[in-house]
């Protein structure tokens, strides 16, 4: 079982950015693909962006060009970028794994993000 702990969120102004963390209790390098997710008040979960175990990437269309995924697996990490914030980017993002590539098994408890106009 991997435990995965967020930080780095906060409130911020519109344009302004973030780096959110997770750090892992366990080797990520083996894990299939680690996630952010987002869940905004009243709203599903959604899928923010990915990293596979071969450090391919995925961002969702609504985030393109300025939030950017990454891993350092000497330090069991990974961190999501957010640059230019926009207020419907405020939720609650959690990091997530997938070890196998069938489902996300690891969440973390999230982060608050607050993005103000």
């Known amino acids: 079982q991997v435990q995965l702990v967020e930080s780095g969120g906060g409130s911020v102004q519109t344009g302004g950015s973030l780096r959110l963390s997770c750090a892992a209790s366990?080797?990520?390098?083996?894990?299939?693909?680690m996630a952010w997710f987002r869940q905004a008040p009243a709203m599903q979960r959604e899928l923010v962006a990915t990293?596979?175990?071969?450090?391919?990437?995925y961002v969702a269309d609504s985030v393109k060009g300025r939030f950017t995924i990454s891993r350092d697996i000497t330090k069991n990490m990974v961190f999501l970028q957010m640059n230019n914030l926009k207020p419907e980017d405020t939720a609650v993002y959690y990091c997530a794994g997938d070890p196998n590539g069938w489902s996300y098994d690891f969440w973390g408890r999230g982060t608050q993000v607050t993005v103000s106009s």
């Open positions: 366990g080797n990520i390098a083996s894990i299939d693909t």
């Open positions: 990293i596979s175990s071969r450090d391919s990437t």
